[in-house]
């Protein structure tokens, strides 16, 4: 009987230990997968402010306004002025027509695509 | 275990027969059976003491063991907090009114050398002045071949093919730190509102980045605060607003062949500047060394809207008209005598005749100056000095840029009668641009005091201390809207449609540095504000030795030189403010205003 219950305790023991062990290497597994991700999360902070830095140099007013200098026959942008300011009521607005759904229609978000 | 006997039968026997005494033999035994039993006992106490002496010392050691473990190692819960928590390490970003990005950080190297580690130092210095042609070349080899120098910054910050390079040259000696560089996208656009930054402390893996001008060393500490998240600063300005006014002011400037101009542009309730430009001016990407020789108000560096001391002259004129409406004298429509005026064997007159009398509108209209004299004089010096005071005119602007915050205005220290006359029309002391545009802001938002911001202000409801009556302020904006309106006004070439600008001209001839004033040299203001029926924003432009050829005619006063400047501002920056032009012509938008 004694035997018994020194093999069951050790039973025991020897499962909690394995256990114990797995639960911590887990965990040293996760600190490691999340410090792994922070390090890709500044790392894509950083790249997003260079892009950011970059987008701002892009757009800066000075280029722009040449840019559109350049491309007048095109755009025919010209610098906002008083003129421009008009009544709402003056731009014509396409006439309102009811949307009549006749037949069932599939609606995908999935670039289109058929579902099984 | 066998047992011998106590009392053995052989040996009782022969003692008995030897007639000894048998209980000997019994001691004897018993003796000897004690000796064993006592070792025994003696080797199991030792062994328990060991036993337990191991296990406590198993146990010192595990204790031992954790502690020294803790010690030396970082623990994970630790690392876990801090990772999470978003204290960012980085200076914040600058960003204007709309969240347009003005000023960021951009992540770089800097190159440095260890010349004791270096396999050919003469060959590394002619390598490196070929990827950098800027560097010293006699300094960078003496640093390198001197053999005293264990370390040498080559480079503050480097681009990445600059790098491959300095890599493909393969020396061992040439290294490169990680650093933060600051980066003004815009380049010089808000230049003089930015400032610009330097490194301070420097190590090989970062360095610190120091405010040296404008917001940048104004919001030092606040830019650098980690505890900020990297908020970025909102800043009043808007960046295409400000970007137009720079265009139009250096194009103007160009023009009307000035050597240096300003522009503020200021929200008239909430102070807040919209735009700020000082020509000439920087790339704070590369800000320029401060000048040692030379006028320092030349430098670049000057911001002459917030720095500049200038006597503002005519654009005065306004607050001597101020003073009298207050104190009950005058009315817009009151006469007063405008023929030469004697004080002090000097006589003041008007740049041409305007006739013997004048009411104080057309004084302030055709500007006269010895109509204002008149007017301030008879209100007296201690009204003078208050109104002056409470447009701001004692102090330095308190806004948020350190150069502007050390620039107190030039008051006179013996305020005399003579001081009287001629500040009344705007000599004899010198303010900010910056200034003006605040006191033309009181006058024109109904006679609030206003402060003058650079952040962006995001409360309505801002307190309200009445300087200016209403009615005075009133006015006030009706007299300087006929400046503008009146084909006699001196401003005339400021009518923009739609907008309904007011304002007031102001030419002064600069001081020389010897003393007295320059003939031909001038600095010619416009202080205006639009649209005049319901101010919202003031303009004040500013420029430093205009001339102009009008009809073969040489000219340098304000009308024809700082007005039209000021006008085209407005033209571009209103419709971009989102103002709507108000649809009456401009006759008509006047008589509804002073109808009122």
């Not at chain 2, 980066?183 to 610009?196: E, S």
């Not at chain 2, 120091?210 to 919001?219: C, N, R, S, T």
């Not at chain 2, 705007?426 to 609030?448: M, R």
Request: charge should be positive; hydrophobic fraction near 40%.
């Amino acid at each position: 009987m004694k035997i018994f219950i020194y093999m069951v305790c050790s039973l025991v023991v020897m499962t909690m230990a394995y256990w114990a062990y797995t639960e911590n290497y887990t965990t040293q597994a996760s600190i490691r997968r999340v410090e792994e991700l922070n390090r890709l999360v500044s790392d894509e902070q950083e790249a997003l402010s260079i892009l950011n830095a970059e987008w701002a140099y892009l757009n800066r007013p000075e280029r722009l306004s040449n840019l559109a200098d350049l491309n007048f026959t095109k755009l025919k942008l010209v610098p906002l002025a008083a003129q421009h300011f008009n009544e709402l009521d003056i731009i014509p607005m396409p006439p309102r027509r009811s949307l009549v759904v006749s037949s069932p229609m599939l609606v995908s978000s999935d670039r289109g695509k058929q579902f099984p | 275990m066998r047992r011998s006997p106590l009392r053995p039968l052989a040996h009782i026997i022969s003692a008995r027969q030897e007639g000894k005494n048998p209980d000997f033999i019994e001691a004897k035994e018993r003796s000897k059976r004690n000796q064993v039993l006592q070792l025994k006992t003696r080797v199991r106490a030792e062994n328990r003491l060991l036993a337990l002496g191991l296990i406590f010392i198993i146990g010192f050691s595990a204790v031992g063991g954790k502690m020294a473990m803790l010690a030396s190692s970082s623990s994970d819960e630790v690392k876990q907090y801090n990772s999470g928590s978003k204290i960012i390490n980085q200076r914040a970003n600058i960003v204007d009114r709309n969240g347009n990005i003005l000023a960021t950080n951009m992540s770089t190297q800097a190159l440095y050398a260890q010349p004791p580690l270096m396999i050919n130092p003469q060959k590394a210095a002619k390598d490196l002045l070929e990827i950098f042609p800027d560097l010293n070349h006699e300094r960078v080899t003496k640093n390198f071949t001197s053999g005293k120098r264990k370390f040498v910054w080559v480079k503050k910050s480097v681009s990445p093919e600059q790098q491959q390079k300095v890599h493909d040259l393969g020396e061992p000696g040439l290294l490169f730190g990680s650093r933060e560089m600051r980066l003004y996208p815009n380049g010089k656009l808000a230049a003089h509102v930015l400032g610009g930054t330097r490194f301070g402390e420097e190590d090989v893996r970062a360095a610190e980045i120091i405010g040296v001008g404008g917001v940048e060393k104004y919001f030092d500490n606040m830019l650098r605060d980690p505890a900020l998240e990297g908020e970025p600063l909102e800043l009043s300005i808007d960046l295409t607003a400000q970007a137009a006014t720079r265009q139009v002011l250096k194009n103007g400037m160009r023009f009307m062949n000035a050597k240096g101009a300003s522009a503020i542009l200021m929200d008239v309730n909430t102070g807040e500047i919209i735009s700020l430009v000082s020509l000439p001016d920087f790339d704070p990407n590369n800000r320029p060394r401060v000048a040692i020789a030379g006028d320092p108000s030349d430098s670049p560096l000057f911001n002459r809207a917030a720095q500049g001391l200038y006597e503002l002259g005519s654009t005065f004129k306004i607050f001597t008209a101020a003073t009298s409406l207050e104190k009950g004298l005058a009315n817009p429509q009151t006469i007063i005598d405008t023929t030469p005026f004697k004080w002090n064997r000097k006589t003041y007159k008007d740049y041409k005749n305007y006739g013997p009398t004048n009411s104080v509108e057309d004084i302030i209209m055709k500007s006269s100056n010895v109509g204002t004299i008149r007017m301030a004089l008879a209100a007296g010096t201690t009204a003078q000095k208050k109104t002056l005071n409470d447009l701001g005119f004692f102090e330095a602007v308190p806004v948020e840029l350190g150069e502007a915050s050390r620039t107190k205005p030039q008051i006179p220290k013996n305020w005399s009668d003579t001081s009287t006359i001629t500040i009344s029309f705007g000599h004899g002391i010198s303010a900010t641009p910056l200034h003006l545009a605040t006191a033309y802001s009181i006058v024109a938002n109904g006679g609030f005091r206003v402060k003058p911001t650079i952040k962006k202000v995001n409360s309505n409801n801002l307190a309200k201390e009445k300087v200016i009556s209403q009615k005075t302020s009133q006015q006030l904006i009706s007299m300087l809207r006929r400046v503008v309106s009146e084909v006699d006004g001196t401003a005339k070439m400021a009518k923009v449609d739609g907008y309904q600008v007011a304002g007031k001209t102001g030419t002064a001839e600069k001081i020389k540095p010897t003393g007295g004033y320059y003939d031909k040299k001038v600095i010619a203001t416009f202080a205006s504000f639009f649209p005049a029926s319901n101010p919202k924003y003031t303009l004040v432009v500013s420029l430093d030795e205009p001339e102009i050829e009008v009809l073969g005619e040489s000219r340098r006063t304000a009308g024809f030189t700082a007005v039209p400047v000021a006008a085209e501002i407005i033209t571009r920056v209103a419709p971009i403010l989102n103002l709507r032009p108000i649809a009456t012509d401009d006759a008509m938008a006047y008589t509804s205003i002073s109808s009122q």
